[in-house]
Nanobody
Framework: QVQLVESGGCSVQAGGSLRLSCTASKYTYCMAWFRQAPGEERERVAS???????TYADYVKGRFTISQDNVKNTLYLQMNSLKPEDTAMYYC???????????????WGRGTQVTVSS
């Protein structure tokens, strides 16, 4: 098993920034961020390979940056120019491989809430 713990979520105003963190109990092949708003399906946000190669959903390109610290087994999501529609529970995921360019999430954190007010 891989245990994942997210942190960094809070309430901010539109245009503000946040950095989310996710610590993993051990190394995995890939890691990713997903999000889910109330009453909606879970959406892909960003994915990263161990090599550092990244993939982003179109609606966050140019605003969000995914990165990792391999020594600390920590995943980050830097979120800039936040919009009210970014409001969601953000989940960290890790997995053994990819589905297309996206990390195949086999393990999930419990989430951290991000709320963006207008």
């Amino acid at each position: 098993q891989v245990q994942l713990v997210e942190s960094g979520g809070c309430s901010v105003q539109a245009g503000g920034s946040l950095r989310l963190s996710c610590t993993a109990s051990k190394y995995t092949y890939c890691m990713a961020w997903f999000r889910q708003a109330p009453g909606e399906e879970r959406e892909r946000v960003a994915s990263i390979k161990s090599s550092g190669s990244t993939t982003y959903a179109d609606y966050v390109k140019g605003r969000f940056t995914i990165s990792q610290d391999n020594v600390k087994n920590t995943l980050y999501l830097q979120m800039n120019s936040l919009k009210p529609e970014d409001t969601a529970m953000y989940y960290c995921a890790a997995g053994p491989g990819y589905s297309g360019s996206w990390c195949l999430g086999s393990y999930w954190g419990r989430g951290t809430q991000v709320t963006v007010s207008s």
